[in-house]
């Protein structure tokens, strides 16, 4: 955990609505997991007061890429503007990611929402692990999931849109059933009603919902301070009070949603 | 160093005038591996109540210009709790701490008092170095002494009382009436904002720059209170420490600039200690 300054190496445009930023830590002293998030520090505090949390993936020791899109946030709008060359300050990494332990065949990759950042670094992961990996987006319509051509061959890809313009016409969690048979792991980014969803139908395809099994990022809450100190962040599960910021983002759904 | 209990027998003597506010310092150990807290003359903790507090449901964090509104109900695993987590953690954090205690019911507030002047060192000596007794917005008073004498029936340890900002100065000599040891200024009023999560209004204590000149304003107007003032709230530069400091605050307390630049926070006080 540490304050630094990334300096943005490479701005690539994936899609209309999707950049790619390459994030190279001059220090190479930073070491993140998909699904931990830094906070970043906005440079006007008067329109955007609270460090935003974002969620680089690393690629190599010293650099990282992150995904960004057009947002009303007026901390990620001003992110969305920055160009090759400006340097971003950083404090982190904090919490718990995304965790693929040995023994894991079928990884399934599942999002409800366009801040899907770790997954696509969770699957290049999973793809150097040898691991047979699924993602399944949804979204209203084509343009907002993330590029299918951004996606390795080797990985299988399910959409579902509401407008029925790329793949099932309807939410993604009409597709769940299936791909939870399949899975031995799965990892989401999205919505409260995702989760809850997922939940629901792992209980009824395998009866409970087991723990190790299905992990959730928590997207529906701050997370202005990254160390416990605030308590903006708090979730009230089944099993008690949890911090977002050092118990998670990222949440087994066994825990109770 | 400075003494912010000069009346009190023991004393509250710390290396710093720049102290961590409640609220954002979490129990102690939440910053300690992105800054060195020695450079504070002493952090307060969170609210500690005599029971666990579950807090408020979400949504809790609204953002404004230059600042934002939070509010977590006091939110608190309880004194027994706090006690068994932190008391090994407090002697090694590197700098003194004081304990928040909201005002409660009196025997509640002595309980707790109590349980935490029970911690001490191999040596007999308590871990904690004071108290802050948080009054709440409305308080009266009339109110003060009853809650100050609970604090004190339960310890001997210093006690601050966090006045609401604005407040009535019946208030302050009231606090000083009933012997507090120092005046902490203050706790910031109540405001709303939206959540960016999902826009609905937050209601709660408003933080950020704003609150600077209140501070400012109250440090004027309990001139001549014959106690020290630690002024609390807003301090987001050097600058801003130094004018408190010099309108007659004998310490000051960080606040929300630790949520924004936790480094800028250690560097004002590193600056304020030299």
């Known amino acids: 955990m540490q304050s630094t300054q990334l300096i943005i190496t490479n701005r690539e445009k994936l899609a209309p609505a999707w950049w790619r930023l390459t994030l190279t830590d001059p220090n190479e002293s930073m070491s993140l997991q998909s699904g931990q998030f830094l906070l970043l520090r906005c440079a006007d505090a008067f329109t955007c007061y609270l460090c935003r949390p974002i969620f680089p993936q690393p690629e190599t020791n010293h650099d990282f890429t992150l995904l960004i899109r057009p947002d009303p946030d007026p901390g990620l709008a001003w992110l969305a503007t920055r160009q090759v060359n400006d340097k971003l300050d950083v404090i982190g990494p904090f919490g718990q990611g995304f965790d693929l332990p040995n023994g894991v065949q079928n990884l399934l990759l599942v999002s409800d929402s366009q801040d899907m950042a770790p997954l696509p670094a969770l699957m290049t992961q999973a793809v150097a692990m040898g691991l047979s990996v699924t993602m399944a987006l949804g979204g209203r319509r084509a343009t907002t999931l993330y590029p299918v051509a951004a996606l390795p061959p080797v990985v299988e890809f399910q959409a579902a849109t509401l407008d029925g313009s790329l793949g099932h016409h309807g939410p993604i969690t009409d597709l769940l059933p299936d791909l939870l048979r399949w899975a031995d792991r799965v990892c989401a980014v999205g919505s409260t009603h995702l989760y809850q969803t997922l939940r629901i139908q792992a209980e009824q395809i395998r009866f409970s919902l087991p723990a190790d099994f299905a992990f959730g990022l928590v997207t529906d809450v701050p997370l202005p301070c990254g160390v416990g100190a605030c308590l903006a962040c708090v979730r009230h599960t089944q099993a008690g009070l949890r911090l977002a910021c050092i118990d998670g983002p990222v949440f087994d759904l066994a825990m109770g949603w | ?274």
């Open chain 2, 1 to 274: 160093m400075i003494e912010l209990a000069p009346y009190h027998k023991t004393g509250l003597n710390l290396a710093s005038p720049v102290l961590i506010a409640s609220g954002f310092g979490g129990y102690g150990p939440n910053y300690q591996r992105l800054i060195d807290l020695s450079v504070f003359g002493a952090l307060v903790t969170l609210p500690i109540t005599l029971r666990p507090e579950r807090g408020t449901l979400q949504p809790r964090l609204g953002e404004t210009t230059a600042g934002f509104v939070l509010d977590t109900g006091l939110q608190n695993p309880g004194v027994r709790k706090v006690i068994s987590t932190y008391r090994r953690i407090w002697p090694r954090l590197g700098t003194p701490v004081i304990a928040h205690l909201p005002a409660d019911q009196p025997d509640d507030l002595t309980r707790t008092a109590r349980a935490l002047a029970g911690i001490q060192t191999p040596q007999g000596d308590p871990i904690l170095a004071a108290i802050e007794l948080g009054l709440p917005l409305d308080a009266a008073p009339d109110d003060v002494a009853p809650w100050l004498d609970a604090v004190r029936a339960g310890c001997e340890l210093p006690i601050l009382v966090k006045l609401p900002l604005g407040g009535h100065r019946a208030l302050a000599e009231s606090a000083v009436q009933a012997q507090a040891d120092a005046l902490v200024l203050g706790t910031p009023p109540l405001a709303t904002a939206l959540s960016p999560i999902d826009r609905q209004s937050v209601h709660g204590h408003l933080f950020g720059a704003a609150l600077h000149s209140l501070v400012h304003h109250d440090l004027h107007r309990f001139k001549g209170i014959d106690l020290p003032l630690i002024a609390a709230g807003g301090i987001h530069s050097l600058a801003d420490a130094r004018v408190l400091l010099t309108s007659g605050a004998a310490a000051v307390q960080i606040d929300s600039l630790l949520l924004r630049d936790p480094q800028a926070a250690y560097q004002i006080a590193l600056e304020i200690g030299k």
